[in-house]
């Protein structure tokens, strides 16, 4: 989700914010698949970032622009070009102007162009045609399917944790916690219940036909 709509009372959603939810995928899978060199804690603390209940650490990232790329270590120069042109492309969007520099002729007119241009999907899409049309990603051949090691953090924010929060590279235990049946019971502990009840009646009936063949 964009950065903006991270907060209490989000804005109205625009096309703009759609195609910065894409951009935002692009740079989560990259830190969390792409060949890098980064650390366990540094893949974490990277992907941290996505699960923050506000849109401040994502949009850090946009404003910090082209600074964020070589904290990657990717080996593909194309890959960094690319990050490096869609974060500084998006740093208009979270960066308004001081007054020295609206004095400036003619930019505040170029920073409101940039971010006018992010409402719109050419600009995004030109990035990527051309960045596609390199022949290193031909050449590269990296399948991309090797899992980059994730140090388990975990995170709180305002003592609760949602549950899109619980990702996968966090040591929780939320898939291990027990179901709740019909009536508020552990289903486990129903279920075990329940076999030990029928494997008590097999036995009780095994003991009948022993009898009855023993009067017979």
Same mark, same amino acid.
């Given at each position: 989700m964009a950065a903006r709509l991270c907060v209490e009372t989000p804005p109205s959603r625009t096309l703009g914010d +759609?195609? /910065?939810?894409f951009a935002l995928v692009l740079l989560w899978l990259v830190g969390r698949y792409a060949t890098n060199e980064m650390s366990p804690v540094e893949h974490a603390?990277?992907?941290q970032r996505f699960d923050s209940l506000y849109g401040d650490p994502k949009a850090d990232m946009f404003r910090s622009g082209r600074v964020l790329v070589p904290t990657f270590r990717?080996?593909?120069q194309n890959l960094r070009y690319l990050l490096e042109d869609l974060l500084v492309g998006y740093r208009f969007r979270?960066? @308004?102007l001081g007054e020295r /520099? %609206? %004095?400036k002729p003619g930019q505040l007119e170029? *920073? !409101?162009d940039h971010q006018a241009r992010l409402e719109n999907h050419q600009w995004l899409m030109d990035l990527l045609s051309n960045a596609l049309k390199a022949e290193e990603w031909k050449r590269l051949r990296d399948p991309a399917r090797r899992d980059q090691e994730v140090a388990p953090l975990f995170q709180r924010e305002g003592g609760r944790k949602r549950k899109s929060a619980c990702s996968e590279y966090e040591l929780t235990n939320a898939n291990k916690r027990p179901r709740l049946g019909e *009536?508020? *019971?552990n289903e486990e502990d129903t279920e075990e219940h329940s076999d030990k009840e029928s494997d008590e009646g097999d036995e009780d @009936? +095994? !003991?009948e036909d022993l009898e009855e063949t023993g009067d017979e």
């Open positions: +759609d195609l /910065e939810s603390m990277f992907l990717l080996p593909s979270y960066t @308004e /520099e %609206q %004095q170029v *920073h !409101k *009536h508020g *019971h @009936e +095994d !003991k």
